[in-house]
């Protein structure tokens, strides 16, 4: 048997645009990165990946990011993404903060549990994200990362050391659908 290669795209600031505020409750907040269907719906159909989304969502059930918006909104992103046969295999959203250390909140695998087994190529897998914590979780994952590196903190010392040490860890830095799905290409 085959083993499955995945790849691990984060949602904000991955396939859809982050915001200031870091929410996207709100149909008025959504923006799709810019050729996101074109090129992961080329992903999709012609290289062999299985997608799963893995979202750190802040504080999701709390007063101030209530589910029932966050769903509504989360339900039609995933549905156009199905309207173009982009489908995600599997869905993983953490609603903890950061400051809960929790083992399911990426950088951390604890909802990624399953792909640690026989049936899974993580070194050919990758994650796509914007963030450090999504390297950081290529690196845990044993697989390298796709950084959709936007700026935001880079001045910052944890991130510049961050960034140093995981440099093995970073397959390429682009804010390009284009360019991760030729890179991809030839892996």
Request: charged share 30%; glycine share 6%.
């Amino acid at each position: 048997m085959e083993k499955k290669k995945v790849l691990f795209i984060d949602r904000d600031g991955t396939l859809i645009l982050e915001t200031d505020d870091f929410k996207i409750e709100k149909f008025e907040k959504l923006i799709f990165y810019p050729n996101v269907f074109q090129y992961l719906g080329r992903i999709a159909r012609e290289l062999n990946y299985e997608l799963v989304m893995v979202t750190n969502q802040d504080g999701l059930g709390t007063p101030a990011f209530p589910e029932k918006d966050f769903w509504e909104v989360q339900k039609f992103i995933v549905q156009c993404f199905d309207n173009e046969d982009i489908h995600f295999e599997k869905v993983f959203i953490d609603k903890s903060f950061p400051e809960e250390n929790l083992p399911t909140r990426k950088p951390g695998t604890g909802m990624l549990t399953e792909f640690f087994s026989e049936q899974y190529d993580l070194p050919n897998s990758l994650v796509i994200g914007d963030r450090i914590t999504d390297v950081k979780l290529g690196k845990n994952l044993g697989c390298k990362c796709v950084w959709m590196n936007d700026g935001r903190n880079l001045g910052s010392t944890d991130i510049t050391e961050d960034r140093h040490q995981l440099t093995d860890y970073i397959a390429i830095e682009t804010r390009d659908w284009q360019k991760i799905y030729e890179y991809l290409k030839t892996c």
